[in-house]
């Protein structure tokens, strides 16, 4: 498996084969949730890799990160972050959407959710 994506090299992301793990306990919220990630490396101090929830519902405290959706579908609720009211968006290939830090969230994927994530390293 690809764990570093070298300059020049093409990768068919949702090709790739993830290992996936239950969601904790803590943040399960219904199914039985699971994720898998890989770290493909770190470009100008910004880490990009690609991570997968299958269905059900978790809850998270999130990193800031830019990611986009390359493959199934869900909803990411948000709770009131800064100035912003707590509000819902649906997912799906194509979807483009920033994390803030420290944003609580509650994920609810119906098809097996695929994104790449760009979030600052170290």
């Given amino acids: 498996m690809i764990t570093t994506l070298n300059a020049g090299q093409a990768l068919r992301v949702n090709r790739l084969e993830l290992e996936h793990e239950p969601v904790p306990a803590d943040q399960a919220g219904g199914g039985d949730p699971t994720t898998a990630t890989v770290d493909l490396g770190v470009i100008s101090g910004v880490e990009l890799g690609v991570w997968e929830m299958g269905t059900g519902t978790m809850y998270d405290v999130e990193a800031e990160e830019i990611f986009v959706v390359t493959a199934g579908r869900g909803t990411v609720v948000i ?13 799906e290939p194509g979807t483009i959407m920033r994390l803030g830090a420290g944003m609580k969230t509650a994920w609810t994927v119906t098809e097996p959710l695929r994104k790449v994530y760009f979030t600052p390293a170290g």
């Avoid at 709770?79 to 997912?91: F, I, K, Q, T, V």
């Fill in 79 to 91: 709770e009131a972050y800064g100035n912003m009211p707590a509000h819902s968006a649906d997912l």
